[in-house]
């Protein structure tokens, strides 16, 4: 049964740091790019960052480029995301997501864990 | 970036309707068009992908059609339990993006 379990949410201030990271089981991880996926408080769904499956290649929304970098360890099957600079409009709930397949047109997102809370405010 | 826009926002309906949603791309997307479900409090799940093909698992009343830039989410006798939210979100090109989403509620 494949598994995603997000930790590191919390409330931090504006400015401020946060790690997140999410363990992934059920699956061989190395196989696979991932994603993280934010939702804020009664909106929509946003992509934020994806690696592939080698970590060799990342790709980020405008919106936190520049100030959030993910990453992965394969012997760890841990995926995470950096997050600096914190804005007010970072507060949501991210969600570690599986990809289908390795990074390319044809994936879609087929696992989402169950979400960390992250807020900014002061 | 490519923007999707689905509509309606919002629609009411009852148990055994067809419900069909529309979800419209800025730019040609080929077939990459993927849709999901959210209930409230809980985690988003696919239903379909690559425009037309049913995840596994997923009830058959459920169908996806399109290419190119205008995609239909159609459920073909509404059942109580798909009471919730729906989002496309094409995977064509960086950044990824989703849908405004439509909620479907209860008449």
């Known amino acids: 049964e494949v598994q995603l379990v997000e930790s590191g949410g919390g409330l931090v201030q504006p400015g401020g740091s946060l790690r997140l990271s999410c363990a992934a089981s059920g699956f061989t991880f190395t196989n696979y790019a991932m994603s993280w996926v934010r939702q804020a408080p009664g909106k929509g769904l946003e992509w934020v960052s994806g690696i592939s499956d080698s970590g060799g290649s990342t790709f980020y929304a405008d919106s936190v480029k520049g100030r959030f970098t993910i990453s992965r360890d394969n012997s760890k099957n841990t995926l995470y995301l950096q997050m600096n600079s914190l804005r007010t409009e970072d507060t949501a709930v991210y969600y570690c997501v599986k990809a289908s397949d390795k990074w390319n047109y044809e994936n879609y997102f087929d696992y989402w864990g169950q979400g960390t809370l992250v807020t900014v405010s002061s | 970036d490519i923007q999707m826009t689905q509509s309606p926002s919002s629609l009411s309906a009852s148990v055994g309707d067809r419900v069909t949603i529309t979800c419209r791309a800025s730019q040609s997307i080929s077939s990459y068009l993927n849709w999901c479900q959210q209930k409230p409090g809980r985690a988003p799940k696919v239903l379909i992908y690559?425009?037309?093909s049913l995840q596994s698992g997923v009830p058959s009343r459920f169908s996806g059609s399109g290419s190119g830039t205008d995609f239909t989410l159609t459920i073909s006798s509404l059942q109580p339990e798909d009471f919730a939210t729906y989002y496309c979100q094409q995977s064509y090109s960086n950044p990824l993006t989703f849908g405004g989403g439509t909620k479907v509620e209860i008449k």
């Open positions: 690559a425009a037309s």
